[in-house]
């Protein structure tokens, strides 16, 4: 889909820089971060006054699930990668059996040998149980894109329905804005602007604020702002904003010149929290 061959001895693109960071900044903040269990501890250590979805149990070998008392609805998920991912909304039961062999097939998948992000490589595979989210109309979900601590755009994802969804791209200040990636659709309805747009922006500051370049995802729903996760590549960096002078725009925003500062940093912060670590041995309720 990206028809940009990458120039990443002179990277000027987001994804060019992105994939910079892939070879060349190694941060183990980034792969802590990126796992969806102990990216839960970064938020304690950062303060960040915001919940995470209730965390039921955690696993490491498929076979862990069968002792897990699960309620009727609830999500399951791998902490070691991108988009596996098994909504069970109540509406029909799914044998224990099916789920375990569905982690079967996740544990076997390595993330960072098919799209290239590296940063996923450091991190154990495990599993987690969260609490369902309710599919809404009135669910949305806030995807802050960040370049050293300051937010710059947020897309808005609305109507998800799996892989199906809608979406609009506003500025910090909620107007929106006449770009995005390739081929994915604007939702031409109009979306409010939030009531706590300035707590959304305030947390993505301080969840940002270690990195280079950073995705930070909330929930909306029910009157709840919950934490999502910390991305580090839009889209596998494999897809490029349109218009096309958008990129170069995007990818002006992070300096390579502050990565050596980034990188001591983030090893601190990672050693500090106890990282790289081994996956359970066991699952544990939460």
Sequence with gaps: TNDHLPDLDHPTWLNEKIRWQFLHHRNPLMSLAADKIAVREYLLHKQARVEAPAMIATGAAPDDLLAVDLPARFVLKTAHGSGQIRIVDGTTPVPRPELVRQLGAWAEFDQ???????????VPHRWLVEEYVPATR?????KVFCFHGEPAFISVITDRDGDAYSRVIFDTDWRRVPFGSRGRAHDPRPVPRPADLDRVLALARLLSED?????VDFLKFD??????????????????FEPVEMNAELGAKIDLGRAAEALANGRRIA????????????????
């Design 211 to 215: 990195f280079l370049h950073v995705r």
């Design 271 to 286: 050693a500090d929290l106890g990282w790289p670590r081994v996956a359970e041995e066991a699952p544990r309720a939460a």
């Design 223 to 240: 009157g709840r702002l919950v934490f999502s996760e910390l991305t580090f590549a839009n889209l596998a960096a494999r897809i490029p």
């Design 138 to 142: 009135e669910k949305l979900e806030f």
């Design 112 to 122: 960072w040998r098919h799209t290239g992000e590296l940063h996923y490589r450091d």
